[in-house]
C-alpha cells in the first residue's frame, strides 16, 4: 500500500466543462472599497454608490486600480460617523464568504493616522501563530495596507484621523465551514487576501498550464543539447517564485511554475517529459505537508501534522527535549516555525525538514511515476525572499543564499 496520499478536490472546486472561471474579489479589496466609501461619506457628506482602490503588485507598486459597486452608503446618526457595505463577488470559486456584506464603519478621532479595528463577524485571533496580535482582529496585513492606502486617498491622514471598523453579518456562521476555531480565530470569519483578486481553482486549466510549462523548459533543453538536465523549479504561489528567482538569477524565466496546491501533479509531468531535477521552493505549511506524504496540498483535504514536526525535531534538535513537545501541541506551522526560531533550533530543523521532504518527492517520482529525478528543497520565510533551510543538495546546484 501506498504511504503517499494525493485527495481529490472537493467536486465544486473543479473547472466546469466549457467554460471558463470567473475571478472574484477577496474580503480585503471589498473591505477596502468598504471603508474608502465610507470615509469620503465622512468628508464630503455625500453617499457613494461607487469607488476605486488600488491592489497590491508583485514588486510592490499600487498600479492597477479596480471599481467597486457600493450596496449601501450613508452617514449615521450621531453626527462623525458613516457607514458603507460592499458586497463580496467570489467569482466562480467555491468560497464560503461569496455573498458577505463587508461593512465599514468610519468615525472622526483626534489623532491623526488610522485606526483599524473588527466588529461583528469579524474573528478575534486567540493563539500565536497567525502572523497577527492575539487578542486582535483577523484583518491579515496586506488587507491592512490597503485598507489604509484606500481610506487614505478619502481623507488626508496625516491631518485627520479616522477609526475604520470592518464587520460582516452572518461572519460568524460563515466561519463555521472555515478551519478558524482550529486555529483559534474566534467569533468570525479572517479579512484576507495577498493580491486582492480571487483566482478560482481549476485543476483542468492548472494542469495545462504546468504541462505547457514542462514542455517548454524540456524543448529548450533540447535545444541547448542538455539531454534532460533542465531544471523545473516548483512553487507554490506568487511570493514563493519570486523569492526562488532571487535565490536561482542563473536559471532562465521559463524554469520557474507554480504549482499551487498540485505537487504529484507536477512531478507526474516532470517524469513524463524527462526532466531530471527539479527544485521545491515553499513555506513551512506546505512542506510539512510533503513531507508528510501528502502530494495535494490544498487546506479543505490536508492538514498540517504536527506530529511530523514534533519527530523532526527530535532528531535534528536533541539537545532540547521540551521542544519537540511544544512543536507537537502547536496551533500552525507558523507557530512552529516562530518556536524554533525562540528556541535557535530554526537552521537545524528547517533543513531537516527539507531533507525530509526531498526524500518524498524522489521516492514518489520512483513509487508512483515510475521514473527518477533528483529533487532539492528549499524553505523561506513568509515574505517568500529570505532562505531558512534547505535539503543537502541545495548548494550543489549553484543555489545563492542569503
Same mark, same amino acid.
Given at each position: 500500500?501506498?504511504?503517499?496520499?494525493?485527495? !481529490?478536490?472537493?467536486?465544486?472546486?473543479?473547472?466546469?466543462? *466549457?467554460?471558463?472561471?470567473?475571478?472574484?474579489?477577496?474580503?480585503?479589496?471589498?473591505?477596502?472599497?468598504?471603508?474608502?466609501?465610507?470615509? /469620503?461619506?465622512?468628508?464630503? #457628506?455625500?453617499?457613494?454608490?461607487?469607488?476605486?482602490?488600488?491592489?497590491? *503588485?508583485?514588486?510592490?507598486?499600487?498600479?492597477?486600480?479596480?471599481?467597486?459597486?457600493?450596496?449601501?452608503?450613508?452617514?449615521?446618526?450621531?453626527?462623525?460617523?458613516?457607514?458603507?457595505?460592499?458586497?463580496? !463577488?467570489?467569482?466562480? !470559486?467555491?468560497?464560503?464568504?461569496?455573498?458577505?456584506?463587508?461593512?465599514?464603519?468610519?468615525?472622526?478621532?483626534?489623532?491623526?493616522?488610522?485606526?483599524?479595528? #473588527?466588529?461583528?463577524?469579524? #474573528?478575534?485571533?486567540?493563539?500565536?501563530?497567525?502572523?497577527?496580535?492575539?487578542? #486582535?482582529?483577523? $484583518?491579515?496585513?496586506?488587507?491592512?495596507? @490597503? $485598507?489604509?492606502?484606500?481610506?487614505?486617498?478619502?481623507?488626508?491622514?496625516?491631518?485627520?484621523?479616522?477609526?475604520?471598523? $470592518?464587520?460582516?453579518?452572518?461572519?460568524? /456562521?460563515?466561519?463555521?465551514?472555515?478551519?478558524?476555531?482550529?486555529?483559534?480565530? $474566534?467569533?468570525?470569519?479572517?479579512?484576507? %487576501?495577498? =493580491?486582492?483578486?480571487?483566482?478560482?481553482?481549476?485543476?483542468?486549466?492548472?494542469?495545462?498550464?504546468?504541462?505547457?510549462?514542462?514542455?517548454?523548459?524540456?524543448?529548450?533543453?533540447?535545444?541547448?543539447?542538455?539531454?534532460?538536465?533542465?531544471?523545473?523549479?516548483?512553487?507554490?504561489?506568487?511570493?514563493?517564485?519570486?523569492?526562488?528567482?532571487?535565490?536561482?538569477?542563473?536559471?532562465?524565466?521559463?524554469?520557474?511554475?507554480?504549482?499551487?496546491?498540485?505537487?504529484?501533479?507536477?512531478?507526474?509531468?516532470?517524469?513524463?517529459?524527462?526532466?531530471?531535477?527539479?527544485?521545491?521552493?515553499? @513555506?513551512?505549511?506546505?512542506?510539512?505537508?510533503?513531507?508528510? %506524504?501528502?502530494? @495535494?496540498?490544498?487546506?479543505?483535504?490536508?492538514?498540517?501534522?504536527?506530529?511530523?514536526?514534533? !519527530?523532526? =525535531?527530535?532528531?535534528?534538535?536533541?539537545?532540547?527535549?521540551?521542544?519537540?513537545?511544544?512543536?507537537?501541541?502547536?496551533?500552525?506551522?507558523?507557530?512552529?516555525?516562530?518556536?524554533?526560531?525562540?528556541?535557535?533550533? /530554526?537552521?537545524?530543523?528547517?533543513?531537516?525538514?527539507?531533507?525530509?521532504?526531498?526524500?518524498? /518527492?524522489?521516492?514518489?517520482?520512483?513509487?508512483?511515476?515510475?521514473?527518477?529525478?533528483?529533487?532539492?528543497?528549499?524553505?523561506?520565510?513568509? =515574505?517568500?525572499?529570505?532562505?531558512? %533551510?534547505?535539503?543537502?543538495?541545495?548548494?550543489?546546484?549553484?543555489?545563492?543564499?542569503?
Amino acid at each position: 500500500m501506498s504511504d503517499f496520499r494525493e485527495p !481529490d478536490l472537493p467536486r465544486t472546486m473543479k473547472q466546469r466543462a *466549457g467554460k471558463a472561471l470567473r475571478a472574484g474579489w477577496t474580503t480585503g479589496s471589498c473591505a477596502s472599497a468598504a471603508a474608502k466609501a465610507a470615509a /469620503l461619506a465622512l468628508a464630503t #457628506g455625500d453617499p457613494q454608490q461607487e469607488v476605486e482602490i488600488a491592489l497590491p *503588485g508583485k514588486d510592490g507598486s499600487w498600479a492597477e486600480r479596480v471599481r467597486f459597486a457600493v450596496d449601501r452608503c450613508e452617514v449615521v446618526s450621531p453626527p462623525g460617523r458613516a457607514e458603507a457595505v460592499v458586497v463580496k !463577488d467570489a467569482g466562480d !470559486d467555491p468560497d464560503v464568504t461569496h455573498g458577505a456584506r463587508l461593512t465599514a464603519t468610519v468615525s472622526w478621532r483626534e489623532d491623526p493616522g488610522i485606526e483599524l479595528d #473588527g466588529g461583528v463577524g469579524v #474573528g478575534v485571533v486567540t493563539k500565536p501563530g497567525l502572523g497577527l496580535e492575539v487578542g #486582535g482582529p483577523a $484583518i491579515n496585513p496586506v488587507p491592512r495596507a @490597503m $485598507i489604509a492606502r484606500a481610506v487614505g486617498e478619502a481623507v488626508d491622514l496625516e491631518a485627520r484621523g479616522v477609526r475604520v471598523v $470592518i464587520s460582516v453579518p452572518e461572519g460568524e /456562521l460563515m466561519a463555521r465551514k472555515t478551519t478558524n476555531r482550529r486555529l483559534g480565530i $474566534i467569533g468570525g470569519i479572517s479579512i484576507l %487576501g495577498t =493580491t486582492g483578486i480571487v483566482r478560482p481553482f481549476s485543476t483542468a486549466a492548472w494542469r495545462a498550464s504546468v504541462e505547457q510549462a514542462v514542455s517548454v523548459l524540456a524543448a529548450q533543453a533540447a535545444e541547448e543539447n542538455r539531454r534532460g538536465d533542465a531544471t523545473l523549479v516548483l512553487c507554490t504561489g506568487g511570493r514563493t517564485e519570486k523569492g526562488a528567482m532571487a535565490l536561482l538569477p542563473h536559471l532562465p524565466e521559463v524554469s520557474f511554475v507554480e504549482v499551487g496546491d498540485f505537487t504529484g501533479a507536477a512531478l507526474r509531468r516532470c517524469v513524463e517529459h524527462g526532466v531530471r531535477e527539479v527544485v521545491f521552493v515553499g @513555506m513551512i505549511g506546505k512542506l510539512t505537508k510533503l513531507a508528510a %506524504g501528502v502530494l @495535494m496540498t490544498h487546506y479543505t483535504r490536508s492538514a498540517v501534522d504536527t506530529d511530523v514536526l514534533a !519527530d523532526l =525535531t527530535t532528531r535534528a534538535f536533541p539537545e532540547n527535549p521540551s521542544l519537540a513537545a511544544d512543536v507537537r501541541l502547536a496551533n500552525t506551522a507558523r507557530h512552529v516555525f516562530e518556536l524554533w526560531d525562540t528556541a535557535g533550533a /530554526l537552521p537545524a530543523c528547517a533543513n531537516a525538514l527539507c531533507e525530509q521532504v526531498a526524500r518524498v /518527492l524522489e521516492r514518489f517520482a520512483q513509487v508512483e511515476c515510475a521514473g527518477a529525478l533528483r529533487a532539492r528543497v528549499a524553505l523561506v520565510d513568509f =515574505t517568500g525572499t529570505v532562505l531558512v %533551510g534547505s535539503s543537502a543538495q541545495w548548494a550543489e546546484g549553484g543555489a545563492r543564499h542569503g
